[in-house]
């Protein structure tokens, strides 16, 4: 069983950056596929940006294409989400997911076996 921890999220102002980090405690990490989701309140959970378990392979959803940068370190065990130009409708809990690479360019949440448990980013304006 793969856990997740994520770190990273914040407070920052319309236009800013952060950087999400999400260690995995397993040593296989990589031949996970990995993704990031997002839940804003009163809102379903949102496919953000997943990575393909080699990092040759990266899809986007649209509200965050070219704005965001899924990325990975099998060295370390983590997965990343740097996120520049910063919007108050980016304000969620981000969560980071794996699931095993059976499962094929996985998009949405129920593909994903594996979750961290969130980190809060709000964008204020």
């Known amino acids: 069983q793969v856990q997740l921890v994520e770190s990273g999220g914040g407070l920052v102002q319309a236009g800013g950056s952060l950087r999400l980090s999400c260690e995995a405690s397993e040593r296989t990490f990589s031949t996970y596929q990995m993704g990031w989701f997002r839940q804003a309140p009163g809102k379903e959970r949102e496919f953000v940006a997943r990575?393909?378990?080699?990092?040759?392979?990266?899809y986007y959803a649209v509200a965050v294409k070219g704005r965001f940068t899924i990325s990975r370190d099998d060295a370390k065990n983590t997965l990343y989400l740097q996120m520049y130009s910063l919007k108050p409708e980016d304000t969620a809990v981000y969560f980071c997911a794996a699931t095993p690479v059976s499962y094929y360019l996985p998009t949405t949440s129920s593909e994903y076996l594996y979750w961290g448990q969130g980190t809060q980013v709000t964008v204020s304006s």
């Open positions: 990575i393909r378990w080699s990092g040759d392979s990266a």
